[in-house]
Nanobody, 126 residues
Framework: QVQLVESGGGFVQAGGSLRLSCAAS????????MAWFRQAPGKEREFVFS????????SYAISVKGRFTISRDDAKNTMYLQMNSLKPEDSATYYC???????????????????WGQGTQVTVSS
Protein backbone atom coordinates (compact mmCIF):
# COMPACT_ATOMS: atom_id res chain seq x y z
CA GLN A 1 0.00 0.00 0.00
CA VAL A 2 1.04 3.56 -0.70
CA GLN A 3 -0.36 6.63 0.98
CA LEU A 4 -0.26 9.95 -0.84
CA VAL A 5 -0.67 13.32 0.81
CA GLU A 6 -0.92 16.52 -1.18
CA SER A 7 -0.06 19.95 0.14
CA GLY A 8 0.63 23.44 -1.12
CA GLY A 9 -2.81 24.43 -2.33
CA GLY A 10 -4.33 27.76 -1.49
CA PHE A 11 -5.78 30.99 -2.72
CA VAL A 12 -3.87 33.06 -5.28
CA GLN A 13 -4.59 35.85 -7.69
CA ALA A 14 -4.50 35.31 -11.44
CA GLY A 15 -0.93 35.38 -12.69
CA GLY A 16 0.41 34.05 -9.41
CA SER A 17 2.21 30.82 -8.63
CA LEU A 18 1.83 27.85 -6.35
CA ARG A 19 3.85 24.70 -5.84
CA LEU A 20 2.01 21.55 -4.95
CA SER A 21 3.71 18.65 -3.24
CA CYS A 22 2.70 15.01 -3.05
CA ALA A 23 4.41 13.01 -0.35
CA ALA A 24 4.32 9.24 -0.57
CA SER A 25 4.65 6.82 2.31
CA UNK A 26 4.24 3.11 2.78
CA UNK A 27 5.44 0.82 0.04
CA UNK A 28 7.80 3.32 -1.50
CA UNK A 29 10.43 0.74 -2.44
CA UNK A 30 8.54 0.37 -5.70
CA UNK A 31 9.03 3.31 -8.03
CA UNK A 32 5.68 4.34 -9.49
CA UNK A 33 4.55 6.41 -12.38
CA MET A 34 2.91 9.47 -10.91
CA ALA A 35 0.50 12.11 -12.05
CA TRP A 36 -1.59 15.10 -11.12
CA PHE A 37 -5.28 15.30 -11.89
CA ARG A 38 -7.74 18.01 -11.01
CA GLN A 39 -11.45 18.34 -10.61
CA ALA A 40 -13.50 21.50 -10.53
CA PRO A 41 -17.01 21.58 -9.08
CA GLY A 42 -19.52 20.10 -11.49
CA LYS A 43 -16.83 18.86 -13.84
CA GLU A 44 -15.14 15.56 -14.44
CA ARG A 45 -11.69 14.84 -13.14
CA GLU A 46 -9.11 15.76 -15.74
CA PHE A 47 -5.48 14.93 -16.32
CA VAL A 48 -2.92 17.65 -15.69
CA PHE A 49 0.63 16.27 -15.75
CA SER A 50 2.46 13.00 -15.33
CA UNK A 51 6.00 11.81 -14.79
CA UNK A 52 7.20 8.31 -15.42
CA UNK A 53 8.77 6.08 -12.79
CA UNK A 54 12.19 6.74 -14.34
CA UNK A 55 11.56 10.48 -14.63
CA UNK A 56 12.42 10.19 -18.32
CA UNK A 57 8.95 10.73 -19.72
CA UNK A 58 6.49 13.47 -18.88
CA SER A 59 3.18 14.35 -20.42
CA TYR A 60 0.80 17.22 -19.83
CA ALA A 61 -2.53 18.67 -20.75
CA ILE A 62 -2.44 21.32 -23.43
CA SER A 63 -4.15 23.74 -21.08
CA VAL A 64 -1.09 23.88 -18.80
CA LYS A 65 1.62 23.89 -21.44
CA GLY A 66 4.35 26.38 -20.69
CA ARG A 67 2.87 27.25 -17.30
CA PHE A 68 3.17 24.10 -15.18
CA THR A 69 6.13 21.84 -14.63
CA ILE A 70 6.42 18.51 -12.84
CA SER A 71 9.29 16.99 -10.95
CA ARG A 72 9.98 14.28 -8.43
CA ASP A 73 12.54 13.68 -5.75
CA ASP A 74 12.63 9.95 -5.13
CA ALA A 75 15.02 10.36 -2.22
CA LYS A 76 12.24 12.28 -0.48
CA ASN A 77 9.41 10.22 -1.98
CA THR A 78 7.85 13.46 -3.14
CA MET A 79 6.44 14.75 -6.40
CA TYR A 80 5.94 18.41 -7.18
CA LEU A 81 3.80 20.50 -9.49
CA GLN A 82 5.04 24.01 -10.06
CA MET A 83 2.18 26.14 -11.30
CA ASN A 84 2.94 29.56 -12.76
CA SER A 85 0.79 32.13 -14.52
CA LEU A 86 -2.28 30.71 -12.86
CA LYS A 87 -5.67 31.40 -14.35
CA PRO A 88 -9.12 31.28 -12.76
CA GLU A 89 -9.86 28.19 -14.83
CA ASP A 90 -7.08 26.39 -12.99
CA SER A 91 -9.19 26.50 -9.84
CA ALA A 92 -9.92 22.94 -8.76
CA THR A 93 -9.08 20.26 -6.27
CA TYR A 94 -5.75 18.78 -7.32
CA TYR A 95 -5.09 15.10 -6.74
CA CYS A 96 -1.87 13.19 -7.02
CA UNK A 97 -1.88 9.60 -8.15
CA UNK A 98 0.59 6.74 -8.34
CA UNK A 99 0.57 3.51 -10.28
CA UNK A 100 2.33 1.31 -12.77
CA UNK A 101 1.13 2.42 -16.19
CA UNK A 102 0.84 -0.46 -18.58
CA UNK A 103 3.17 -0.22 -21.56
CA UNK A 104 0.08 -0.02 -23.77
CA UNK A 105 -1.64 2.44 -21.49
CA UNK A 106 -1.79 6.18 -21.36
CA UNK A 107 -0.25 8.29 -18.62
CA UNK A 108 -3.29 10.53 -18.88
CA UNK A 109 -5.73 7.73 -18.10
CA UNK A 110 -6.81 7.84 -14.47
CA UNK A 111 -7.56 4.11 -14.58
CA UNK A 112 -3.81 3.44 -14.81
CA UNK A 113 -3.29 4.74 -11.28
CA UNK A 114 -3.87 2.67 -8.18
CA UNK A 115 -3.19 5.10 -5.36
CA TRP A 116 -4.72 8.52 -4.87
CA GLY A 117 -4.32 11.34 -2.41
CA GLN A 118 -7.15 13.21 -0.74
CA GLY A 119 -6.64 16.35 -2.79
CA THR A 120 -5.61 19.93 -2.17
CA GLN A 121 -7.70 22.92 -3.15
CA VAL A 122 -6.42 25.58 -5.51
CA THR A 123 -8.43 28.73 -5.99
CA VAL A 124 -7.36 31.40 -8.46
CA SER A 125 -9.15 34.72 -8.35
CA SER A 126 -9.52 36.99 -11.36
Amino acid sequence: QVQLVESGGGFVQAGGSLRLSCAASGRTSTRYDMAWFRQAPGKEREFVFSISRTSVATSYAISVKGRFTISRDDAKNTMYLQMNSLKPEDSATYYCAAGLVNYTGLYSDSREYTYWGQGTQVTVSS
